[in-house]
């Protein structure tokens, strides 16, 4: 089935490490994204990549880095530098908004929780 | 900057009820604006898209409207059911594909 598979489910990041959430997407998408959701709150845009080799800044992006080797992987590392990591992770994917109907499809997220 | 505000925050209602929920945002130069469903510790569904064109889309019990000049767009949830418990966001997309989303709407529905 095509989709989108976000891992691991849950992590957790001890103070000072690096840790990496995997997304990887089989719809053929170009674009593929990174958002963060606190509880009772809307979405918020990390990082962004409309084409393979070539990412963007969302609206929060310090504290993480990204890649984009492949088109069909985006994975997020959550650096030491972030000071509030705590949160659920959502990795989407779409075809450029040139075409008619790019819905936006997601993952099924990943809780990370510093301990 | 864009600004996307959803209302109510939370919505209860009794079953066979129909459902109203409103999105309304600041900048009308918009792609195209999307209505979401989030289960509790779960990804989104896209539920409708609205192209910048268009002024509604509806599929089975859903309508979504969208007014851009005036910045709204309403959900309409026809004959509520308790499995259309869940938090509804809408998002609102600019011509680079970025989506800029609401806090969301918590809907309970009650047997």
Redesign the interface.
């Known amino acids: 089935d095509g989709g989108?598979t976000?891992s691991p489910k849950y992590l957790f990041r001890k103070e000072g490490q690096n840790v990496t959430l995997s997304c990887e997407q089989n719809l053929n998408h170009d674009?593929m994204?990174w958002?963060r959701q606190d509880p009772?709150?809307?979405?918020?845009?990390i990082y962004?990549s409309?084409i393979v080799n070539d990412f963007q800044k969302?609206d929060i992006a310090e504290g993480y880095s990204v890649s984009r080797e492949k088109k069909e992987s985006f994975p997020l590392t959550v650096t030491s530098a972030q000071k509030n990591p705590t949160a659920?992770y959502?990795c989407?994917s779409?075809r450029?908004?040139t075409v008619?109907?790019?819905?936006?499809?997601?993952?099924?997220?990943s809780?990370l929780t510093v301990v | 900057k864009q600004e996307v505000t959803q209302i109510p925050a939370a919505l209860s209602v009794p079953e066979g009820e129909n459902l109203v929920l409103n999105c309304s945002f600041t900048d009308s130069a918009i792609y195209n604006l999307q209505w979401f469903r989030q289960d509790p510790g779960k990804g989104l569904t896209s539920l409708l898209l609205i192209q910048s064109s268009q002024r509604e889309q509806t599929s089975g019990r859903l309508n979504a409207s969208l007014d851009k000049s005036s910045g709204r767009s309403t959900l309409y949830i026809a004959a509520s059911q308790p499995g259309d418990s869940a938090t509804y966001l809408c998002a609102v997309t600019d011509s680079w594909g970025k989506l800029q989303f609401g806090a969301g709407t918590q809907v309970v529905v009650t047997p």
């Open positions: 989108i976000q674009a994204y958002y009772g709150q809307g979405l918020r845009l962004y409309q969302g659920f959502l989407a779409s450029p908004p008619d109907g790019n819905t936006i499809y997601f993952g099924e997220g809780w």
